[in-house]
């Protein structure tokens, strides 16, 4: 796969042939949580009226004019036209709207940041080079300012992104169970607990097959949505015709008005019903990496959306002659003749929006594992074709036994109804509070227009959740639960990688220390490359000075490597690595960082050690044209891109050039990512155009014709080259993380228990970093933080 097509090309203008495929194949991931709650909505609203054996008319008048204002306000209005238009180059979701004010606001999660990651591509803002009002400035230097603040708005972040891990787990549960029971429609006399076993069946297969990925089966997502959507909206508009075509009159405010009037508190408690007709609205924005933003409005404003009304309206209009059968209201509209295959149907989509949230939760995972938040657990890739396809086993099979104790516990859609409310509310509260936020500090746009924002629409989403809580005995303490319990596991695992993290800032070594102390110990180097894995961006981590002090020996080649998450969705491989020159150059040290961004997935490159070493070979013979000649300990980095870099930037007139050198003196040898082989080449007679492998030359003179600069830099490449065919070693530490003894009692039992257990459980570095074993050394570390 050509690593360039892992970067979205959101950028550019797509036709309207591309509009309209994006636009199918979004009903199959974005739209499948949305659909199928018209199968359950009724039934949780009106459940929960006090007087529901005696429904009157006016009741489900007010339901629909709820259930209209709020589609039409919360993922029209408030989704469709705004906040899409707050993506992160791109992509959409809670960590994107972080990104934007973590990168105007100059502070991350991430905790080794460079001012080189300001220079990404994808790094720049949209609307930076609009003035700063000055109520923006004042809230951006009030957060800057205040650690706390930083903190609160990381705890909401978390609190909005472990709503969505819960919805991983109650949207399966909840669509399946609804979808299984309609069979008791077709036959009363079928026992409960035949359903939930039915239910439970379903969930088994539905999780056991996530480890071969959805690439097989995904061409059927969009069919089978959109065959739901119109089916849905042909049973509203059969029961709209035959049973009340006066029902279209309930979209007036007026019956809300009227509903509230008349009900009370009880109408209040009901809105948690109402409330479910727009559970996956946060797909829309959650998922716009994956299509484009008028793709997104297109489906929804143009299927999406008037489907659901009319098959809400439809399901209106048969209660309204039917008011006792509110249970099953929408299997019960379906005439007889087309119930089994609508049955099928529904079953069919609530599997498919299940697996929608299946697959955004093992994304949401990776994501905060990038930024430190989540411990190490193991990423599978389930396409080799498709980026961002992935699979977490840890997280699956955890979710399977959350999904199985919910169906089986609560038995009943009405509880897990409740316990999703509260799940969907609080991550549309959350994304509210974050856009204002954008709105003022990252659009500058006025005050008063981000409270217009927050006012309607905090107002709306502030109602559902008072009522969505009001609930809490009743099934929805479950969301909270899970919240809570990974809200406490992301915080700690951060809370200690930080601590970790400032240790390692505060020991970390000058090199120019270690030069001067390396004579009296009696250094002596090995043939061979090593790399030290640290997440220092700058300065000698504490194991090297620990290990050489122990063992006065290193590698010829030494390479302290950074893996690191930049704060944006994306890093194009041309500006994946940056390269550095640590003390002189006859020591052959380097620093290299190799940055991913948060939406990626470490471990998509292929033959890390030949791409590493191509960029210390581009950065050696480009390195006397980009910095001075003066020595330094810490010297500037450079982005590397080698050859493919060079052509998707070709460099100006005024750039820097590659040394030159003639025919006669120099033979080439190339390393391509197809092997590890060094090949002769003759390089002056490759003709132009596009390089499909990645390639990198060392030209070595074969003559003493060539002046002293280039003869310096084909000498450096040759002991890089006989160090690579050395062999490659890798050294990490192996770190034992305590609480100093004058910690408070909570922090200790933070780090010597709670993160001390994590980081036991958790996937060890060198697994992710696929290091060979045997070619590991590990470098025992105390942490006393």
Known sequence: MDPESRIPQYTQKASLAAIITLAYQSFGVVYGDLSVSSLYVFRATFSDLQRADDLELYEVYGVVSFIFWTLTLIPVIKYSFLVLNAD??????????????????????????????????????????????????????????????????????????????GDGALTPALSVLSAIDGIRVAAPSLHKDVTVVLSCTILVLLFGLQHIGTRRVSFLFAPIILAWLFCNAGVGLYNLIVWNPSIWRAISPYYIYYFFKTDGKEGWISLGGVLLCITGAEAMYADLG????????????????????????????????????????????????????VFIIATLASIVGSQAVISATFSIINQCMALGCFPRVKVVHTSNNIHGQIYIPEINWMLLLLCLALTIGFQDVIDIGNAYGIAVITVMLVTTCLMTLVILIVWQL??????????????????????????????????????????????????????KYENDFQNKVSMRWLLELGPRLGIVRVPGIGLIYTDLVSGVPAIFSHFVANLPAFHEVLVFVCMKSAPVPYVSPHERYLVGRIGPKDYHMYRCVV???????????????????????????????????????????????????????????????????????????????????????????????????????????????????????????????????????????????????????????????????????????????????????????????
Not at 300 to 322: D, E, M, N
Not at 607 to 615: H, I, K, M
Not at 747 to 760: E, G, P, S, V
Not at 766 to 784: C, D, K, Q, R, T
Request: proline share 4%.
């Open 88 to 165: 992160d180059n791109g992509e959409g979701g809670t960590f994107a709207l972080y990104a934007l004010l973590c990168r105007h606001l100059k502070l991350s999660l991430i905790l080794n940041q460079q001012a080189a990651d300001e220079k990404l591509s994808l790094y720049k803002l949209e609307h930076e080079q609009t003035a700063e009002s000055p109520r923006g400035v004042y809230f951006r230097r009030l957060l800057e300012k205040h650690k706390s603040l930083q903190t609160g708005l990381l705890i909401v972040v978390l609190l909005g992104t472990c709503m969505v891990i």
């Open 290 to 341: 994956h299509f484009s933003r008028t793709s997104i409005k297109l489906a929804f404003t143009g299927v999406v959306y008037p489907s659901l009304l009319i098959g809400y309206i439809g399901q209106a209009a048969y209660l309204s002659k039917h008011l006792d059968e509110y249970e099953h209201a929408f299997f019960r509209s379906v005439p007889a003749p087309a119930f089994w295959p």
């Open 446 to 499: 006025n005050i008063f227009l981000a409270f217009c924002f927050f006012a309607v629409f905090g107002s709306v989403e502030l109602l559902y959740l008072s009522t969505a809580y009001y609930k809490v005995p009743q099934g929805g303490w479950v969301p909270l639960l899970i919240a809570a319990v990974y809200m406490a596991i992301m915080y700690v695992w951060h809370y200690g990688t930080t601590k």
């Open 595 to 785: 940055r991913y961004g948060y939406k990626e997935v470490r471990g998509d490159e292929n033959d890390f050690e030949t791409q590493l070493v191509a960029n210390l070979a581009e950065f050696i013979q480009t390195e006397e044209a980009i910095s001075s000649n003066e020595e330094s300990f810490e010297g500037h980095m450079t982005v590397m891109g080698t050859t493919l870099g060079l052509l998707l930037n070709p460099p100006r007139k005024d750039d820097i050039q590659l040394p030159r050198m003639s025919e006669e003196s120099c033979t080439s040898i190339v390393m391509s990512n197809s092997g590890d082989s060094l090949q002769p080449t003759d390089w002056l007679t490759t003709p132009p155009g596009v390089i499909l492998k990645r390639r990198v030359r060392f030209d070595i003179p074969m003559s003493e014709s060539t002046d002293d600069v280039d003869s310096e830099v084909c000498k450096e490449l040759a002991v890089l080259s006989t160090a690579k065919d050395a062999g490659i070693a890798y050294m990490m530490s192996h770190s034992y993380v305590k609480a100093k003894k004058s910690s408070s009692l909570l922090k200790r039992f933070t780090i010597n228990y709670a993160y001390t257990f994590l980081r036991k459980n958790s996937r060890d570095p060198a697994i992710v970093f696929n290091i060979p074993h045997a070619s590991l050394i590990e470098v025992g570390m105390f942490y006393y933080v």
